[in-house]
């Protein structure tokens, strides 16, 4: 069984097609198509089928994809066997939302890059909710994000440390005129976010429904940096974690609007299956992880 076929097969499973797959892979989309053809006459299995007009995995594909993952792995610590960590090659790949992603990772990233400098690290922005679909069927290796609980039996799940959230407005409103400490109210302000799917949007969505409060006006942004550049210019008030604005508020560009909700907080953990053979690649960046956490 040819090892080009099996990455071919992970491929398409991180990218979601076929030609996306060979734009990864820089080969042409005949390329793929013969390799997983390959693939599904040596397993005797069929491993996609024809929905509308995308390929999709079958049953039988999605469940080879732990054991496609193994062996890959196994292969790499083959190649990686007796190497310093410093000459250390293969892939790594990590899902993140945003928040973390743009306002935390960047010291780990330059010290695991300082340990393993010839690893590949391929960060896949994601949602809380969607990171733990990503790991269970192997699209990524591990998933760094804010606990959403529900994980199952197959992840295993460490926590990192606490964050707190914060409702912000720009320094320029008369925080007067927004009191979510009062209950009932109909407010004429616009309420941002990055995605309201994130956990601190619906956290935020749940306490003032509690509360019977709704604002008339709601945007949202998909960028954490661009709703905090929307508040700073009075566009509206956004719910985020406290990390995420701390340099705004320092300078004074931003203040916290008090709550009856104020002390809500974001627990951030990572998660990786108990199935999966852990590499040194992946055992430095953990460490590296759990370091900058601490």
Do not use: W
């Not at 196994?74 to 993140?96: C, F, H, P, S, W």
């Not at 956290?203 to 905090?228: P, Q, T, W, Y």
């Amino acid at each position: 069984m040819d090892i080009k076929n099996l990455k071919t097969l992970r491929a398409i499973a991180e990218t979601g097609s076929f030609q996306a797959a060979a734009n990864q892979l820089n080969y042409a989309q005949s390329t793929v198509t013969f390799q997983v053809q390959q693939l599904e006459q040596e397993l005797s299995l069929q491993l996609f089928e024809k929905v509308g007009r995308k390929m999709v995995f079958t049953t039988a594909g999605k469940n080879l994809l732990p054991a496609v993952d193994r062996i890959l792995g196994t292969v790499t610590e083959m190649q990686n066997y007796g190497k310093a960590d410093a000459e250390l090659t293969g892939d790594l790949r990590i899902a993140i939302p945003d928040t973390l992603l743009t306002y935390r990772m960047q010291p780990i990233l330059k010290a695991f890059h300082a340990q393993v400098p010839a690893v590949q690290l391929s960060l896949q922005m994601a949602n809380c909710f969607a990171i733990p679909q990503l790991v269970a069927n192997g699209t990524v290796d591990l998933g760094v994000h804010y606990d959403v609980g529900g994980y199952g039996n197959s992840l295993a799940v460490t926590r990192l440390r606490d964050f707190p959230l914060v409702l912000v407005a720009s320094a320029q409103l008369d925080s007067r005129t927004v009191d979510l400490r009062q209950v009932h109210q109909r407010l004429t302000c616009a309420l941002i976010t990055d995605d309201r799917e994130s956990i601190y949007h619906k956290k935020f969505m749940k306490a003032i429904a509690a509360r019977d409060i709704v604002f008339s006006n709601f945007l949202e942004i998909g960028s954490v940096e661009a709703v905090k550049r929307s508040v700073i210019s009075n566009l509206g008030i956004a719910y985020l974690p406290k990390f995420v604005v701390q340099p705004e508020l320092d300078t004074g560009q931003l203040q916290v609007l008090p709550t009856e909700f104020d002390g809500q907080t974001l627990t951030a953990v990572y998660i990786q299956r108990k199935s999966q053979q852990e590499s040194r690649m992946l055992t430095t960046f953990i460490k590296t992880l759990a370091t900058s956490f601490s």
